[in-house]
């Protein structure tokens, strides 16, 4: 579990970037921290390995301050994933992988086979175990940047728009693939995006942010589509547009399904329980 | 043409290969002060460099006076420092070290910040310490550019050493200026021509060794990149071996 | 101090001297480098040959090549000309990369739009590419300013006067006085000529007034002896 204390953050340069931030992130779920850019939400994850120091209130992992434990050993323990993988260009990618269990002084062998054994997991073909971060394509590139971020088995996988630089069906591909990574590794998984698409899919948690890190609304996807606190997030989650806005129309013997602008979106099958209509 | 001919004669006469001024004796002491001034310099330049490149710090102080020790005449640094400390070799030593340090503290910490802040950034969350990053990051990425300004050093170095046979004993330029003196053409141009073969050989060793040290992986000739990877193209950019930085 | 004030004539001399001498190198070597690095922008194999050549003659030392360069176009070993020839060939090397990658610079999309507004290939070098490539190619001149008036004093010891004749005659008279002169004047001589460059940049380029850069960035490494 995951908890921030009223956290705010102002950086150097005067910016506050959150502001009186407090949330706990359930364990075993993944909890996506969405917002357009300026909301914080980086600043917010990158609070949980300390990559940045809150400028007051605490973040604490099971219970503990994290403010009291050394940063670099923190950092060993947590999975990390960012947009651009992040990977070292001198590095083979299996290297990439083993790079914090030989940080960590596990024997370069087995770092090794646990990083090729990785490869699988991640759904990477073994044969590109000896190539460099440059010779695969940038969703490669990205599957890599996951594998190194299980590699020590962590608890916390923290992900920073890790599909943010792919192209649509490249990022489609390896959102099912985390939808089912998780399915399996039951991690503690905290999400960024801008792309409330993505949140859907991926989030059980869902923090709406405004700028500043301030929160619009906390909730399941059902929550926020069903109850948007307010017209922010309503228009956020797109609730009052589009295909999210569907009704049911008699078409000859049959129900189908048609959003906003009326365009057709499916059909209605079996038999649903009245209240859901 | 005469008088390269006479020059080429100069070179392998036998009697330039015995005695206190033997050709294979002045390059001798060519290399050796030039090696001995590069390590002296190297060895301030260079963690002052990495200094600069991995904490931003200082960088403006260095660039300023990199630039105006650059900007001094060689001739003039050689001459008052040889008036202060006498006729020698200390005099060339100190003036030669000072010049050489500009090229290769920009050389390290320009290796340093052409690296790309996010493999950094990754390094550090992921979990290295600083002195991790720097050994495993930051100077394996930097080398190239470091050898860059090694190689303009040396080349400094080299030109100048030739110079420094003005105020001391030492190295291929005496027989420039003995030649100059006794109106030697032969023993000046012979010697010129030397000077100049070191030089280019040097020039080749070290384009050589700039092809090897750029690390596996970022070099571009490790065959395409692919769409959509955004993240490597400025190191690989400024890596490339044909960078103007690197090559003069 | 006294030396100097006993001097001035001297000094001011021997400046002008110096003036005579890094002039011509610095306008020549820009003449001179503009269509040769056009041709190493143009072509591949001339990108070979011209770039290859111009490193391998900027490793070349200088005063070497004072020695060397009577013996090949017939000057006298304490013609001034010589010393002119000699850092001409200098700036050449050095400036014939900077006009190829100051072209390289220009923005291909200006590039192509230029070209399909109906600009010819010459009139779109002249109107386009060499103005838009301005920065650069001044960036480059500068350093080329900075280290031709240095090396001007190398042609000293060979006896082409300049106020590098200051750091011979004072080191032979042991006058630390006149070396440091030299010193200062030889770098005032160059600053001046450093912000002639920039004005002129200024003035040729408004566009780019808001952008100046105070240092040339050019990565290019200055040669001092």
Redesign the interface.
Known sequence: MIEFRSVSKRFPDGTLAVQDFSLVLPSHKTTVLVGSSGSGKTTLL?MI?R?VDPTSGSVAIDGEDIATLPP??????IG?V?Q?????????VLDNVA??PL?RGTPKRQARADALVLLDTVGLDRALADR??????????QRVGVA??LAVDPNILLMDEPFG???PI?RAELQQELVRLQKDLDKTVVFVTHDIEEAFLLGDQIVILREGGRIAQVGSPADLLARPADDFVASFVGADRGRRVLHVERHGAEDVVVDSDGRLAGVLNGNPAEGDR | MNLFADAVNWILEPANYVGSNAIPLRLAQHLVFTLVTLVMASAIAIPLGYLIGHTGRGRGLAVTTSGGLRAIPTLGLLTLVALWVGIGVVAPYVALTVLAIPPILAGAYTGFEAIDRRTVDAARAVGMSELQIVQKVEVPLGLPLLIGGLRSATLQVIATATLAAYVADLGLGRYLFAGLKTRDYAEMLGGSMLVILLALALEGIFALIQRFVVPRGVSGRVGGRAPGTTDSTPVSHSLRTEDPTVAR | MTWVLANLGLIWARTLDHVVLSLPPIVLCFLIALPLGWLARRYRISRGIILTGAGLLYAVPSLPLFFVLPAVIGTGLRSPLNVIIALTLYGVALMVRVVSDGLDSVDADVRQSASAVGYSAWSRFWQVELPLSGPVLLAGLRVVAVSTVSLVTVGAVIGVQSLGSLFTDGFQRGIQAEIIAGLVVTVGLALVFDGGLVLAGRVLMPWNRRAAPSKPNVPVELRAT
Do not use: C, E, F, I
């Not at chain 1, 651009?84 to 083979?92: I, K």
């Open positions: 990158r390995n990559m670099v050993k923190l950092r060993r323990g990390y960012m651009n993988s992040g990977l070292l260009p001198h590095r083979t790079t914090v940080l460099y971060p440059g010779q695969l394509s940038g969703g490669q590139q190194r971020g630089a792919v192209d490249v």
